[in-house]
């Protein structure tokens, strides 16, 4: 099996060790290329945290008519609450009607017993 430095070409690895031996020798390359890196770093960090904001302008009036921050809420509250006991009443009185005709049921069979 051949090695990777075979299968290479001459001149890639040539290229490839100049250029570790430049970086390498150099401290002042090494600073660049720090340097370099950090602000590469930097820039793409920001660009992936960017959000892009959207304004759609509506040249129409505003309706704050149902609006909570302008209207009531304890209307709005007491509306709630109200359709609540209406509910409640209207549970209320089937049940009652109901136990009427049972009531009534019940009186009939005493009154055919006696």
């Known amino acids: 099996m051949k090695s990777l430095n075979e299968m290479m070409p001459k001149n890639f690895s040539r290229s ?5 031996d430049f970086i390498l020798g150099s401290k002042k390359t ?3 290329i ?15 945290s960017e ?3 959207v304004v759609y ?7 704050f008519s149902e609006g909570r921050i302008l209207g009531s809420q304890a209307s709005t509250y007491l509306k709630s609450k109200e359709a609540q ?10 049940e ?7 009531m009534v049921l019940l009186e009939k069979r005493m009154e055919a017993k006696s």
């Open 16 to 20: 490839f060790s100049d250029i570790k």
């Open 30 to 32: 090494q600073v660049w």
């Open 34 to 48: 720090a340097l370099f890196s950090v602000v590469s770093l930097i820039y793409v960090v920001s660009k992936m």
């Open 51 to 53: 959000t892009s904001t």
């Open 57 to 63: 302008r509506d040249y129409q009036k505003p309706n």
């Open 85 to 94: 006991l209406n509910k409640a009443a209207r549970r209320i009185m089937a």
């Open 96 to 102: 009652n009607k109901a136990l009427k005709d049972r």
